[in-house]
């Protein structure tokens, strides 16, 4: 006798259709069949599907793609609502992995967009719908949200699109709104305490729900300020809603009366986004600017006050904030850059806002910004009030301080950019000269350069200099000045101005920064790129009779601007375009074509014999030179070597390149001498370079831009242990660290990221000096080199065609630069790039090299996969270890992304002839995956420790765009997870 066991559960189905591989409309059909087999009415059965769908995810530590195709059927077909998985999702207990929490918030962030709240919009949101959509999952996601910002972007995305949508809703008062906005706070509170780069991440869900917070209503009495703080009173208030709030509190005015109001979060962002990067366009600024003031005037009814009010407390903010990163510079130092940048580009770039940036019913800015600078001065006023200890004998104050001084200059920029009367800024410093107040009568610099010899263009330098109402005009007059040179291939009067700008030392060492602060880098080094590319320095076409020296001077000024404006040359085909990253690159005389050839014998003759010549000059393409010059100091050495010529006959031929003539091939030649250098293990050939080293960088005739380029990569070789112990007799370290240390990374303006200071005292023997502070200033020049160059997928290209084979070079080289300490967004995007660089544009064709991608998978990654899987990552030590796991699981997704659009994109027969599709690679990774997790072995005690190879998993599982366009990979690491 059998016993009816009555119609199967909703979970009993999704379980048994997963494990068939039963299609989602398959699955739809089942589970509404036992739905109504049930008789369960629609809310029940919208919440037993939402809880087996969200058990099913949360069971194996990888989304299977299968199940998440069921939960976008549930939402698709109106089965289940999104409230009902947001509910399950965070139920008490359940703790979802960090990709399937991804990936549900996705979903619902979809399904949201797809199907506004209710079914009206967000105007018609009722509280049964925003409830479980905003507060019931807020408890269980802020404290994961917090944890990890960046691990958790869908589900902070998922909250504050529902915020919004609650802060524009029309709401019904409730009974128990007052604990909805204590919950609201409390998140915000949590969200307030993230600092560093996690901030940035949660602004947006941090403003949405204040908006949230406005709309619902009134806080309980004591409820949100209690414990003080300006943030969450301001909350406090706008808690009230806006027409109260306007009725009640002004939050800027109050802001205001207090004095310039300590910068918001956002300023902070965005002033240390342009002071971190202070070359970007003048245009950049003005545009944010006026989206910032924009976007400020906007939520003045959020903040119970008037356009005027957030106009005049946004600029004061901005003020305030420019100037105390002026003020923090080191006592008695002088930053010209910086100084510039706020007495010249801003005030221009608050001008452009005035005339063109602003909204047509916005205040007028002059008179905010007058308003603006009074708060600014009443703060400065109480800030350095004068005391007992600063007072002289008949109680004045004493000398301005460093805050005033730089208010006074801030007063006359603006002034003399007419952003305001001089009556105005009369009244705001009174005791400023009223002629300093005026506007700026500019004159007339257009035809300056023309025919300038070296001391017009000095005298314009000094100008530029000197005044910041003249800055951009003048600036302007270079940037003509090179167009028009190149455009008559003007080479002499070219590099007159060239030699200028390059000069280190003197009266004008700033004078190129403070240039590109107001024109693009495109506008000097494009001209002087086309004017090398188009010029024959070998004819006599020049007027002063040394054409080779002159293009040198070109050469050393695009060399100078290159490590970090490449790609201002506008060109991608240019000889120097190639030629720049790789200047230092050495050829073994059979590469070599019969012109060059010809050139390295011609000049190694010339060197080692009488002279060099006018014809030889004249019979010399000075590109070829250029090229070539590492290759003759080379063969130089291996003839030295060979006992062919002497130590002291090498000195004397390798010294003319110290001569103008040959000054511009130096960098690629010393770069070169360095790099072997250090290659080279301890010998009497060793020795014979660094003196040949020595004797050239310590040479008074080097030129001051050469050291510059130069002075990263002599820090490096300070700071090899294999010259550490040297004699002086053979490394003159004090010497060398003399000559580079003026070139060691300017000090950061932003207070949070100061660099490491100067010894003051350079003796003549290293135990006279703190050896940690050197060390930190060497590497904080040395780092200059580290980072990845713009260029670095090309460089990786290069460097594949020289690797034995890909797995050596992924090993030896494109790992460590994803892994470096100072690796950032910018490498990973580049070691993308590399892993796809033969698929750039198109697949391969038959017989090409395949992806670094495919190598980096089936080489590296699978031999490596059973190791990870034994490597454990619980310890909080590992966490640098963890990082890196990510870091390389986020490169591998992206280059696969990359290499599977080629892949659509192309016809089906450029497809199959490659040599193994991305698809391919992806099954092999996560057969791989199965594999290394079979072969684990079972904890021995307590709970499953996290492994690399799930920390792996996790982070490439978490990109939803892999699992999807090869659900195979899914499905392997889904099958692995459920193995022991």
Known sequence: MALDSGPPSIEAVTRACYARGLPSETWLALVREAAHAGAKDAETTARETAAALVALLASARVPPPLVASYLNTAFTSALCPPHAVARAACAPGLELPTATSELVFGALLAALDASPLAGGGASTTSHSALDPLLLAPLDALIPRIVARPPAHRRAAAYLAHVARACSAASLPPREDVSRAVERLQSAVEQLDGVRGADERELLGLGDALRGAIARLGAAPNGAVTAGGGRRRARTASAAAGPAAALGARNLDEEALREGAPSAAGDVVLLLSEFLSNPHLPTRALSSALSAFVAYRLARAPLRGSTPRDALVCVLAEVLAAAMRLVDAVEEGKEDVVLEAWLFAKLPQALKDVSTAGLPETAPSLQDALADALRAVQDSLARNTAPTAAGMDVDGAASSPSSSSRTFDSLVVALCQRALFPPDVGASVAPHIDAGELQPAMLPEYAGRLAAAGQDEVKQLLDELLQSYASQQAVAAVFAEDFAAKASSNDVLGLSVVCDALSEREGSHPDALAVLLLHVEPSELLAPVRQVLDSVDASQDDFSDGNPIERYGSLVLFLQLLHANLAHHLGSTTSFFTRWLPS?????????????????????????????????????????????????????????????????????????????????????????????????????????????????????????????????????????????????????????????????????????????????????????????????????????????????????LARARARAPDDAALLRATVLPALFTASSSFGVERAVVAALAAPLSSSPPAAGSPRPLLHSLVADVLVPDLRSWAQSSLGDPSQEQALVRVERLADVVAGAAVLLLAIERSATESAQTGGRGTTKRVLQLLGEGVVHARRSRAAPQTGEPQLTALDAFVDRLASWSTVLEACPALGAALAEADGKP
Not at 678 to 703: F, G, K, N, Y
Not at 732 to 757: D, F, G, H
């Open 583 to 795: 200047c230092s690159a050495v050829f073994a005389l059979s590469t070599l074509s019969d012109e060059e050839r010809s050139v390295v014998s011609g000049w190694i003759g010339a060197l080692f014999g009488e002279g060099i010549s006018d014809d030889l000059m004249h019979a010399t393409n000075p590109q070829t030179l250029l090229r070539v010059a590492p290759t003759i100091l080379k063969q130089s050495l291996m003839a030295r070597q060979a006992r062919v010529v002497d130590l002291d006959s090498l000195r004397d031929a390798l010294s003319y390149f110290l001569q103008e003539l040959l000054r511009f091939t130096l960098p690629g030649v010393l770069l070169w001498l360095v790099e072997e250098v250090e290659r080279t293990p301890a010998s009497a050939q060793r020795t014979a370079m660094l003196d040949i080293l020595q004797t050239l960088v310590l040479a008074p005739s080097l030129p001051s831009c050469v050291t510059e380029l130069i002075a990263p990569s002599l820090a490096r070789l300070l700071l090899d242990q294999s010259t550490a112990s040297l004699p002086p007799s053979q490394l003159e370290r004090s010497k060398l660290i003399k000559l580079i240390a003026p070139y060691r990374p300017a000090q950061s303006p932003l207070r949070w990221a100061p660099a490491p200071t100067l010894p003051t005292q350079l003796n003549s023997g290293i135990t006279s000096l703190a050896e940690q502070q050197l060390r930190a200033d060497l590497e904080a020049l040395a780092a200059r080199t580290a980072g990845p160059p713009p260029n670095l997928a090309r460089s």
